[in-house]
Nanobody, 124 residues
Framework: QVQLVESGGGLVQAGGSLRLSCAASGRTFSNYAMGWFRQAPGKEREFVAAIGRSAGSTNYADSVKGRFTISRDNAKNTVYLQMNSLKPEDTAVYYC?????????????????WGQGTQVTVSS
């Protein structure tokens, strides 16, 4: 059974930083893409960042380019999201997802396992 457990969320002031982690188990982590999505209150879930299985391929939403960095450690079965220069509009529940294949997918439909989410709140 695949499990994804996010951690690292919290409350931060605008301009601050947070690093989210997602620990995966139950499948061969290095074979699959990993992604981060987020959902703000009253809004649909949206793509944030994705990384291919080899970490050589990444994709980002335009809203986070230059501020967020996705990375993975295949030896630790963990994916990270480093978030810098945070803005109040980044406030959301952030979800980790494991892909159906190896590519850095940007669409939620290509992810078949999801974590429970971690809350990120950015105060102005």
């Amino acid at each position: 059974q695949v499990q994804l457990v996010e951690s690292g969320g919290g409350l931060v002031q605008a301009g601050g930083s947070l690093r989210l982690s997602c620990a995966a188990s139950g499948r061969t982590f290095s074979n699959y893409a990993m992604g981060w999505f987020r959902q703000a209150p009253g809004k649909e879930r949206e793509f944030v960042a994705a990384i291919g299985r080899s970490a050589g391929s990444t994709n980002y939403a335009d809203s986070v380019k230059g501020r967020f960095t996705i990375s993975r450690d295949n030896a630790k079965n963990t994916v990270y999201l480093q978030m810098n220069s945070l803005k109040p509009e980044d406030t959301a529940v952030y979800y980790c997802a494991s892909g159906a294949g190896p590519w850095a997918y940007m669409h939620a439909g290509f992810y078949n396992y999801w974590g429970q989410g971690t809350q990120v709140t950015v105060s102005s």
